[in-house]
Nanobody, 113 residues
Framework: VQLVESGGGLVQPGGSLRLSCAAS????????MRWDRQVPGKQRESVAT????????NYAASVKGRFTISRDNVKNTVDLQMNSLKPEDTAVYYCVRTLGNYWGQGTQVTVSS
């Protein structure tokens, strides 16, 4: 299982970023996927989850209405569109295969003026 995140960076409050995760080493279309985030010294938070077929998704209350998770089962990617970003969204964001709890290496998102 390999998960490689990209798309993080520095953005001003109110801005947008799109994270992408490229998956390989398993049959991607069979698995629910998730984006988590973690701030040093704090517990990891599940941000958004998407079903294997992409027809169902769930969001943490803190990001609902601002973030959108999507997937492409042909390209084997799962994305996280983040809008109206706030300083409290600053964290390392991880792509996760829920079954087996496999993580990528993470991508840093910093929201600051």
């Amino acid at each position: 299982v390999q998960l490689v995140e990209s798309g993080g960076g520095l953005v001003q409050p109110g801005g947008s970023l799109r994270l992408s995760c490229a998956a390989s080493g398993f049959t991607f279309s069979r698995y629910t996927m998730r984006w988590d985030r973690q701030v040093p010294g704090k517990q990891r938070e599940s941000v958004a989850t998407i079903s294997s077929t992409g027809d169902k998704s769930n969001y943490a209350a803190s990001v609902k209405g601002r973030f959108t998770i999507s997937r492409d089962n042909v390209k084997n990617t799962v994305d996280l569109q983040m809008n109206s970003l706030k300083p409290e969204d600053t964290a390392v964001y991880y792509c996760v295969r829920t079954l087996g709890n496999y993580w990528g290496q993470g991508t840093q998102v910093t929201v600051s003026s």
